[in-house]
């Protein structure tokens, strides 16, 4: 009874794949779109954040980012953080495979990596650790949320 239930569901997958819905699967090819939206939104999130630091700091040039203050560093790692976890995707190339390891590792290295130079740095001037003070922490274990996010796609 059981081999037919199972024989109904493959039917199933198959005649949805048949009039153009996408499999559930990892041979269901890459996902061009959201790939792009992921490596754009990781891009953007790091230009948001050289952006701020470099130019509109100082409140001379580009005023309402100025204005922002360290929202600016909520919205642009906040981009790169859920570029990332856009990624993770089994549509996307991260998102599959070996990808899924590298992503996973990736993210817990750099987080961890992160928070040990936030503590090892203590008073010295280093551009974003230092504009971050405590909210290292938060940027750090961001970084490891993703990986966790990577880890659940691993097989």
Do not use: K
């Amino acid at each position: 009874m059981s081999d037919t239930s199972g024989s109904r569901s493959t039917s199933r997958s198959r005649a949805g794949a048949s009039r153009g819905m996408p499999a559930l699967s990892q041979a269901a090819g890459t996902s061009v779109v959201r790939t792009v939206l992921a490596a754009a939104l990781v891009v953007a999130g790091i230009a948001w954040i050289v952006v701020y630091l470099n130019i509109a700091q100082d409140g001379e040039q580009l005023t309402w980012m100025g204005d922002l203050r360290r929202w600016n560093f909520l919205i642009g790692f906040g981009a790169l953080l859920l570029g990332l976890a856009f990624a993770a995707h089994p549509s996307t190339p991260l998102g599959r495979g070996r990808g899924v390891v590298w992503g996973m590792l990736g993210c817990f290295l750099i987080g961890l990596i992160w928070i040990v130079v936030y503590y090892m740095a203590g008073d010295a001037d280093i551009p974003l650790i230092s504009d971050l003070t405590n909210y290292n922490l938060v940027v750090g274990i961001g970084f490891m949320a993703v990986g966790f996010v990577f880890a659940t796609h691993w097989e």
